[in-house]
């Protein structure tokens, strides 16, 4: 079993759709747990981090945690065309950070 | 204030030969980590160093090493290189202290690709 489970995808929504992103993880001992934005051929870029269980917005930005489920997830609400880029998620147990495969999305105008 | 900082942005070598890579973290950043990225395996964790010290270290063979000086900008170093190391070598800064805080993200530079035929 992988440290950092996300779906590869491609997701593909339409433009101003709400995008969800999921990601599991598998050591119950994860602390904090963060998501990157990754544009192809850049590199990754911090869109937010959540620590306690719930609801975290930033913007168009929801994080949510279940740490019970070991679930993270990213909604992006009002989806744009600038939004496509692949989605990591990324889970701190206080020795390292450790980094799921990505999503890609894709919004379609 | 300026970013975390990779020389050199490109690299092509021979399978066999050796490469040292560069990182400048942001400045006051103390924690600087390395990643490769593959296609096929994503981020990987290759180790951290904070004070001069390797703090921690992923499942990457001997041949990938790395240290830190005491301005924090760290090096990194693969031997032997082997096709297999094609890949993009990320740097991260972090704001962590002594004492890891859980919520201090990783701050990326821009990464060195490194080509090995």
């Known amino acids: 079993q992988k440290e950092v489970e996300q779906n590869s995808g491609p997701l593909s929504v339409p433009e101003g759709a709400i995008a969800s992103l999921n990601c599991t993880y598998s050591?119950?001992?994860?602390?904090?747990f963060f998501w990157y934005r990754q544009y192809s051929g850049k590199s990754p870029e911090l869109i937010m981090f959540?620590?306690?269980?719930g609801d975290k917005e930033d913007g168009r930005f929801t994080a949510q945690l279940n740490k019970a489920s070991q679930y993270v997830s990213l909604l992006i609400r009002d989806s744009q065309p600038s939004d496509s880029a692949t989605y990591l998620c990324?889970?701190?147990?206080?020795?390292?950070?450790?980094f799921g495969a990505g999503t890609r999305l894709t919004v379609k105008p | 204030k300026a970013g975390v900082t990779q020389t050199p942005r490109y690299l092509i070598k021979t399978r066999g030969q050796q490469v040292t890579l560069s990182c400048s973290p942001i400045?006051?950043?103390?924690?600087v980590s390395w990643y490769q990225q593959t296609p096929g395996q994503g981020l990987q964790f290759l180790f951290e160093?904070?004070?001069?010290?390797?703090?921690n270290k992923g499942n990457f063979p001997g041949r990938f090493s790395g240290r830190q000086f005491s301005n924090s900008r760290s090096e990194m170093n693969v031997s032997t290189l082997e096709l297999g190391d094609s890949a993009l070598y990320l740097c991260?800064?972090?704001?962590?202290?002594?004492?890891?805080?859980?919520?201090?993200?990783?701050?990326f530079g821009n990464g060195t690709r490194l080509t090995v035929t």
């Open positions: 991260a800064s972090s704001p962590t202290g002594y004492r890891r805080s859980y919520n201090s993200p990783l701050h």
């Open positions: 050591d119950r001992g994860s602390q904090s």
């Open positions: 959540i620590y306690s269980n």
């Open positions: 990324a889970v701190n147990n206080n020795n390292d950070m450790r």
């Open positions: 400045s006051g950043h103390r924690s």
């Open positions: 160093y904070f004070s001069e010290t390797q703090r």
